[in-house]
């Protein structure tokens, strides 16, 4: 049966999508370097971290719910924590969700791509962003570096403390 002239779109973009891409250099790079996380449980690793981070977020959290609004009196350090806690879950999230090729993305135009075409595209945007991640480690250590000698005002931490996810993430 032909599909109806409106949802012709609809029905190409579904059939290239379902159709399986061969794999690329992008492709198989991912692949090796998931080989090698997976071999040394650093998957693991990550998914308990951000388990943790999770629980620690809600804990503080909750904490400024109840000193705000039970106690009638904040408790001044956890929003400090708070914030700390968001940036170091959303690069931990962020490299799971990379690492899983889950991470947001236009892909309407590529779905119209054949096949070898959308591979291609998507091993070169890996490429782009491994070199964008390459190329924000250093100003992420000097910014690391910089803020080491300050102490967040509440908690007393160091500034280190917020932006030290970055050159690793």
Do not use: K, Y
Not at 56 to 65: F, T
Not at 135 to 160: F, H, K, N, Q
Request: proline letters at 7%; one cysteine or more.
């Amino acid at each position: 049966r032909q599909p109806e002239p409106q949802n012709r779109l609809a029905h190409a973009l579904a059939q290239r999508s379902a159709e399986p891409a061969p794999q690329g250099h992008g492709e198989a790079l991912l692949r090796a370097v998931q080989h090698v996380v997976r071999q040394l449980r650093l998957e693991r690793l990550l998914h308990w971290s951000i388990a943790f981070l999770v629980l620690a977020q809600a804990a503080v959290v909750g904490l400024q719910v109840v000193g705000r609004h039970l106690l009638r009196h904040p408790i001044p350090w956890t929003e400090e924590i708070a914030r700390l806690l968001l940036v170091w879950l959303m690069c931990a999230g962020g490299i799971a969700a990379l690492f899983r090729g889950q991470h947001p993305r236009v892909t309407a135009l590529i779905r119209l791509l054949r096949p070898d075409r959308r591979q291609a595209v998507d091993g070169g945007l890996r490429i782009v962003l491994l070199v964008f991640f390459v190329g924000l480690i250093v100003p992420a250590w000097r910014l690391t570096v910089t803020s080491a000698g300050e102490r967040l005002p509440a908690s007393g931490l160091s500034g280190a403390a917020i932006s030290g996810v970055l050159p690793v993430a």
